[in-house]
């Protein structure tokens, strides 16, 4: 099975800050990474899919970067609502599809 | 407006038996795979279990293969996860979603709203 392994943890930054969280793969899995959004309470929410490409509706800030092993979710500017736990998601093969551990976002 | 609606969590003592349903509220469910994710409390997103469109395929987590069975009735609509032999790990809120095609697509667009299964004597 793929192992994720994102990082880091947990993250403290002020609105306006860039923020960037990185996720790698045990093996190569092309592009075939996906990113979600969990607020508590609310359910997951789809922003990033095939490891670049924004879901529709979702703002123009949340981007995604990489292909292979390594990747990277960045928000280029943050905002109060952006507050949640994010992760990524690998979907090369068959399943498991694995998760990575999450991102805990706050704000300093 | 398309929704995934699910019911069937609960509490259930440890070692007895739980089915979670999801609906969803459009004619062509037979054309998504589908799955079950869970997120226990103060852990991640985790995978469970996904079957296909067909209902033919199906895979499951180690953590619950043996115990969940996933299926789903196409002229319903609507998607299971029968859950037996439950354990306190099994504690979390679990939710269905949607792929984006079929079983390897597994682009989880849309998503139920969760229910909560507690494990507990």
């Known amino acids: 099975d793929i192992q994720m392994t994102q990082s880091p943890s947990s993250l403290s930054a002020s609105v306006g800050d860039r923020v960037t969280i990185t996720c790698q793969a045990s093996q190569d899995i092309d592009n075939y990474l996906n990113w979600y959004q969990h607020k508590p309470g609310k359910t997951p929410k789809l922003l990033i899919y095939?490891?670049?490409n924004l879901e529709t509706g979702v703002p123009s800030r949340f981007s995604g970067s990489g292909s292979g092993t390594d990747f990277t979710f960045t928000i280029s500017s943050l905002q109060p609502e952006d507050i949640a736990t994010y992760f990524c998601?690998?979907?090369?093969?068959?399943?498991?599809?694995?998760f990575g551990q999450g991102t805990n976002l706050e704000i300093k | 407006e398309v929704q995934l609606v699910e019911s069937g969590g609960g509490l259930v003592q440890p070692g007895g038996s739980l089915r979670l349903s999801c609906a969803l509220s459009e004619f062509s469910f037979s054309s998504y795979a589908m799955t079950w994710v869970r997120r226990a409390p103060g852990k991640g997103l985790e995978w469970v279990s996904v079957i296909s469109g067909s209902g033919l395929n199906t895979y499951y987590a180690d953590s619950v293969k043996g115990r969940f069975t996933i299926s789903r009735d196409n002229s319903k609509n609507t998607l299971y996860l029968q859950m037996d032999s439950l354990r306190a790990d099994d504690t979390a809120v679990y939710y269905c979603?949607?792929?984006?095609?079929?079983?390897?697509?597994?682009?989880?667009?849309?998503w139920g709203q969760g229910s909560l299964v507690t494990v507990s004597s």
């Open positions: 979603a949607t792929h984006r095609g079929g079983l390897a697509n597994a682009i989880f667009d849309l």
């Open positions: 998601q690998e979907y090369d093969d068959l399943p498991p599809f694995t």
């Open positions: 095939d490891a670049s």
